[in-house]
């Protein structure tokens, strides 16, 4: 055969994360066993008893400020959410004149919010997950990492520099695109309106947005391929199958949950993403499909608190952080759904004792991958890498 | 799938067509092709004007087509199925390397000629002329260089500690099963989820509660910044001490030494590299957030090293207010939002560097 498929290909000898979170899944928590220790020891000296104390204080006082969280944004929107909005002075001028309530003040920058984000993923997530296919099952195994780390890098640029960088390069190298989508495909309702003369679309927009999950996506799914075990890919192949037909019958189906939920990360990412939009879209407050036209594109609940925060007097702002709120409850859905998924269906969890881990996940988090390859590469794991992964 | 009903089918008799070596490409078709094809498009895009975004385009799509077609003439489906998604996969690479790569160049090549020493050394400053009557703006970045010091040194004072104590907690101390232990885990969770933006109205609604609506600090958006990075920082300190292996906890307790001293002294040094990497690829996760210390520390021009009172400037709300807010001088203000967006960018790679330097140095001895 010209293209050796049975030849032993990456996943063994790579050494990236993948190798290291799996036999932290399953080794167990360090913790679970010397729980029991501690209650048969005779005597506990203060300097322990201090120490717990501390780092029981630290992990309540994360519950303390997501409460805080909550509480200060509930508190501080309210009196915008309950006034009258017809009579208020103050609310019937400004970035939150002429609206009948609250709620229709917030209607259609969530609109947008998910709009705006829902392109981004429908554009970013074929190609975050062939990325991580690349490097996880055709890349040459040496340069694999490599190609993870430049890929990651994507995720430590900051917001700003993308809305930059928006501005200046996809701007001008979308209008010849977006000009003639519109000329050809205007009747279809996203194409349709006046096109764009300056490039400041939602389009560009959610291209740029799109950029920025794709680390997110790509670093989770990249984890969860890596995952797949051994002898279900190897045994596709003993049977005949391509490369392709072996990820189609061995990754995907053993990967899938963990592929949704990184796509659910990454749509909260987006859902949140606030100077990229600000900068590039020229927005307005409606309900709106077109995505290439100036002035006519839906805003988005976090790029409307940016601009229109400094030139706000209080119970605008009041009614700002209302909106903030809104967002803060979607994202956290969304999130919620994203682990929830994963605990539900994830491959690790049917064996063993299920509901443990809602980490089943790698890290949600680029950087903590990353700090995980460089960690893996030091020796300090190399006892259980070894001990677990050849059993 | 073909695969598995082909393989049932009955052996045909007489002889047999080795359906291994029967119609195959030669070995190396897919460069031959990728080359072939890209010199031949490069000579078509001479003839009508050559661009290098229509050249990489084109010659993809040609290149995927090619391939696909020849290996379904020669081979079988499966096999140009195979072939072409493995295109497919690799232009999908080489894709995320273009938004990586243009960003990177444009910040260098609009940023170097704005930065150099007196852009670092001084703020920014109008002076007006009473005999011209004209004001001359020189940008400056000081102020937003030390605010942005100041303000993720304070947010890291704050989650350094909360974090990985958090941590200890979570893989030392709690059983994984205890309420709090699973709370604990399941609200990280949830907190790695918080949109920047509203860390930066949460730090606002509570400093604006305190000190009424104007209050505007530095550690105000110091406070919004430590909410998003400490769960990075727990859930990597999580990570990074799963790894010590438990026999080093269990050889020290065998030796009678107490939890304290052994995880201040057997588990914290051997998984400090891990710790200390994470800890930085938090900060420069933190250090180039705009939107939450553009609400908690609003913006200014002026020169600010006090955390606790007035506006403070920081090199991300300078690159935003630098275009959205320009000054009189727009092409000015322009010039100074891209110098900052390159500060920045140093003191991502600066962080990014020291983590994976430290990541090597601090790797536990013997072993190196």
């Given at each position: 055969?010209?293209?050796?498929?049975?030849?032993?290909?990456?996943?063994?000898?790579?050494?990236?994360?993948?190798?290291?979170?799996?036999?932290?899944a399953t080794n167990g928590r360090p913790g679970a066993s010397n729980g029991s220790a501690r209650s048969g020891r005779a005597k506990s000296r203060p300097a322990d008893r201090?120490?717990?104390?501390?780092?029981?204080?630290?992990?309540?006082?994360?519950?303390?400020?997501?409460?805080?969280?909550?509480?200060?944004?509930?508190?501080?929107?309210?009196?915008?959410?309950?006034?009258?909005?017809?009579?208020?002075?103050?609310?019937?001028?400004?970035?939150?004149?002429?609206?009948?309530?609250?709620?229709?003040?917030?209607?259609?920058?969530?609109?947008?919010?998910?709009?705006?984000?829902?392109?981004?993923?429908?554009?970013?997530?074929?190609?975050?997950?062939?990325?991580?296919?690349?490097?996880?099952?055709?890349?040459?195994?040496?340069?694999?990492?490599?190609?993870?780390?430049?890929?990651?890098?994507?995720?430590?640029?900051?917001?700003?520099?993308?809305?930059?960088?928006?501005?200046?390069?996809?701007?001008?190298?979308?209008?010849?695109?977006?000009?003639?989508?519109?000329?050809?495909?205007?009747?279809?309702?996203?194409?349709?309106?006046?096109?764009?003369?300056?490039?400041?679309?939602?389009?560009?927009?959610?291209?740029?947005?799109?950029?920025?999950?794709?680390?997110?996506?790509?670093?989770?799914?990249?984890?969860?391929?890596?995952?797949?075990?051994?002898?279900?890919?190897?045994?596709?192949?003993?049977?005949?199958?391509?490369?392709?037909?072996?990820?189609?019958?061995?990754?995907?189906?053993?990967?899938?949950?963990?592929?949704?939920?990184?796509?659910?990360?990454?749509?909260?990412?987006?859902?949140?993403?606030?100077?990229?939009?600000?900068?590039?879209?020229?927005?307005?407050?409606?309900?709106?499909?077109?995505?290439?036209?100036?002035?006519?594109?839906?805003?988005?609940?976090?790029?409307?608190?940016?601009?229109?925060?400094?030139?706000?007097?209080?119970?605008?702002?009041?009614?700002?952080?209302?909106?903030?709120?809104?967002?803060?409850?979607?994202?956290?859905?969304?999130?919620?759904?994203?682990?929830?998924?994963?605990?539900?269906?994830?491959?690790?969890a049917k064996g063993r004792k299920a509901k443990r881990d809602i980490a089943q996940l790698p890290p949600s988090d680029p950087s903590t991958v990353l700090a995980l390859d460089?960690?893996?590469?030091?020796?300090?794991?190399?006892?259980?890498?070894?001990?677990?992964?050849?059993? | 799938?073909?695969?598995?009903?082909?393989?049932?089918?009955?052996?045909?008799?007489?002889?047999?067509?080795?359906?291994?070596?029967?119609?195959?490409?030669?070995?190396?078709?897919?460069?031959?092709?990728?080359?072939?094809?890209?010199?031949?498009?490069?000579?078509?895009?001479?003839?009508?004007?050559?661009?290098?975004?229509?050249?990489?385009?084109?010659?993809?799509?040609?290149?995927?087509?090619?391939?696909?077609?020849?290996?379904?003439?020669?081979?079988?489906?499966?096999?140009?199925?195979?072939?072409?998604?493995?295109?497919?996969?690799?232009?999908?690479?080489?894709?995320?390397?273009?938004?990586?790569?243009?960003?990177?160049?444009?910040?260098?090549?609009?940023?170097?000629?704005?930065?150099?020493?007196?852009?670092?050394?001084?703020?920014?400053?109008?002076?007006?002329?009473?005999?011209?009557?004209?004001?001359?703006?020189?940008?400056?970045?000081?102020?937003?260089?030390?605010?942005?010091?100041?303000?993720?040194?304070?947010?890291?004072?704050?989650?350094?500690?909360?974090?990985?104590?958090?941590?200890?907690?979570?893989?030392?101390?709690?059983?994984?099963?205890?309420?709090?232990?699973?709370?604990?885990?399941?609200?990280?969770?949830?907190?790695?989820?918080?949109?920047?933006?509203?860390?930066?109205?949460?730090?606002?609604?509570?400093?604006?509660?305190?000190?009424?609506?104007?209050?505007?600090?530095?550690?105000?958006?110091?406070?919004?910044?430590?909410?998003?990075?400490?769960?990075?920082?727990?859930?990597?300190?999580?990570?990074?001490?799963?790894?010590?292996?438990?026999?080093?906890?269990?050889?020290?307790?065998?030796?009678?030494?107490?939890?304290?001293?052994?995880?201040?002294?057997?588990?914290?040094?051997?998984?400090?590299?891990?710790?200390?990497?994470?800890?930085?690829?938090?900060?420069?996760?933190?250090?180039?957030?705009?939107?939450?210390?553009?609400?908690?520390?609003?913006?200014?021009?002026?020169?600010?090293?006090?955390?606790?009172?007035?506006?403070?400037?920081?090199?991300?709300?300078?690159?935003?207010?630098?275009?959205?807010?320009?000054?009189?001088?727009?092409?000015?203000?322009?010039?100074?939002?891209?110098?900052?967006?390159?500060?920045?960018?140093?003191?991502?790679?600066?962080?990014?560097?020291?983590?994976?330097?430290?990541?090597?140095?601090?790797?536990?001895?013997?072993?190196?």
């Amino acid at each position: 055969m010209s293209e050796p498929p049975a030849s032993p290909s990456e996943p063994q000898g790579y050494n990236g994360a993948g190798q290291t979170t799996r036999t932290i899944a399953t080794n167990g928590r360090p913790g679970a066993s010397n729980g029991s220790a501690r209650s048969g020891r005779a005597k506990s000296r203060p300097a322990d008893r201090i120490f717990l104390g501390l780092s029981t204080g630290a992990a309540a006082s994360i519950m303390v400020i997501l409460a805080g969280v909550a509480l200060f944004l509930i508190v501080q929107s309210i009196p915008a959410i309950s006034a009258d909005w017809h009579t208020s002075a103050s609310l019937n001028s400004g970035p939150t004149a002429n609206q009948a309530s609250f709620w229709t003040y917030v209607a259609p920058l969530v609109w947008g919010t998910v709009f705006v984000s829902a392109l981004a993923l429908i554009m970013g997530t074929p190609v975050a997950i062939g990325i991580a296919l690349f490097i996880s099952h055709y890349a040459p195994r040496r340069v694999a990492g490599v190609l993870g780390y430049l890929v990651d890098l994507l995720a430590a640029v900051p917001s700003i520099v993308f809305g930059l960088w928006g501005i200046l390069v996809i701007r001008p190298f979308l209008l010849p695109l977006e000009t003639w989508l519109n000329h050809n495909l205007g009747w279809f309702p996203l194409f349709s309106g006046q096109a764009s003369a300056t490039g400041s679309t939602l389009f560009a927009g959610a291209v740029v947005l799109a950029v920025m999950i794709l680390p997110i996506i790509t670093s989770i799914s990249r984890e969860i391929f890596l995952q797949t075990p051994r002898l279900h890919e190897e045994a596709a192949l003993a049977l005949g199958a391509t490369k392709w037909e072996m990820i189609k019958l061995s990754v995907f189906p053993y990967a899938r949950s963990g592929v949704v939920s990184a796509t659910l990360l990454g749509l909260g990412r987006a859902l949140g993403e606030t100077m990229a939009i600000a900068l590039i879209v020229s927005p307005s407050l409606i309900f709106s499909l077109k995505i290439l036209t100036d002035g006519e594109n839906s805003q988005t609940v976090a790029a409307n608190i940016a601009l229109n925060f400094p030139i706000s007097d209080t119970l605008q702002r009041q009614a700002l952080i209302g909106t903030g709120l809104i967002l803060f409850v979607i994202s956290l859905a969304v999130n919620l759904v994203a682990r929830v998924i994963v605990t539900r269906t994830s491959p690790g969890a049917k064996g063993r004792k299920a509901k443990r881990d809602i980490a089943q996940l790698p890290p949600s988090d680029p950087s903590t991958v990353l700090a995980l390859d460089d960690a893996s590469r030091s020796p300090v794991d190399f006892l259980e890498r070894d001990g677990v992964s050849k059993s | 799938m073909t695969a598995p009903s082909s393989t049932r089918s009955s052996v045909p008799r007489g002889p047999i067509v080795n359906s291994l070596k029967s119609g195959q490409l030669p070995r190396f078709i897919e460069g031959i092709t990728l080359g072939v094809v890209l010199l031949v498009s490069a000579g078509v895009f001479a003839l009508i004007g050559f661009s290098i975004v229509g050249w990489l385009v084109v010659s993809a799509i040609v290149y995927l087509l090619a391939i696909g077609i020849m290996s379904s003439l020669v081979e079988n489906r499966r096999k140009a199925t195979d072939r072409v998604i493995r295109g497919l996969v690799t232009v999908a690479f080489l894709l995320a390397l273009i938004p990586l790569v243009s960003t990177l160049l444009t910040v260098i090549i609009r940023g170097i000629g704005v930065v150099n020493w007196q852009f670092i050394t001084t703020t920014t400053s109008h002076v007006f002329n009473p005999t011209t009557l004209t004001v001359t703006t020189t940008t400056g970045a000081l102020q937003a260089i030390v605010g942005t010091l100041i303000i993720t040194g304070i947010a890291a004072l704050i989650s350094i500690p909360i974090g990985i104590l958090t941590a200890i907690y979570l893989v030392e101390y709690a059983l994984p099963t205890q309420w709090m232990a699973r709370t604990v885990t399941f609200l990280v969770d949830v907190m790695t989820g918080i949109p920047s933006i509203v860390a930066g109205l949460f730090a606002f609604s509570l400093f604006s509660l305190l000190f009424g609506p104007k209050a505007f600090s530095g550690f105000s958006a110091a406070v919004a910044l430590s909410v998003l990075m400490i769960p990075i920082v727990v859930r990597s300190s999580e990570e990074m001490l799963k790894l010590v292996s438990m026999e080093l906890r269990e050889a020290s307790y065998a030796l009678g030494v107490s939890k304290f001293l052994t995880i201040t002294k057997v588990v914290l040094p051997t998984a400090i590299a891990g710790l200390i990497t994470g800890v930085m690829l938090a900060i420069a996760r933190v250090v180039g957030e705009t939107a939450p210390i553009f609400m908690a520390a609003s913006f200014t021009d002026n020169f600010n090293a006090n955390p606790f009172n007035g506006p403070m400037q920081t090199l991300p709300v300078m690159a935003y207010t630098g275009y959205k807010f320009p000054g009189n001088d727009i092409q000015a203000s322009i010039d100074s939002a891209w110098g900052a967006a390159l500060l920045l960018i140093i003191l991502v790679v600066i962080l990014n560097l020291i983590a994976r330097i430290v990541a090597r140095v601090f790797a536990p001895k013997g072993l190196r």
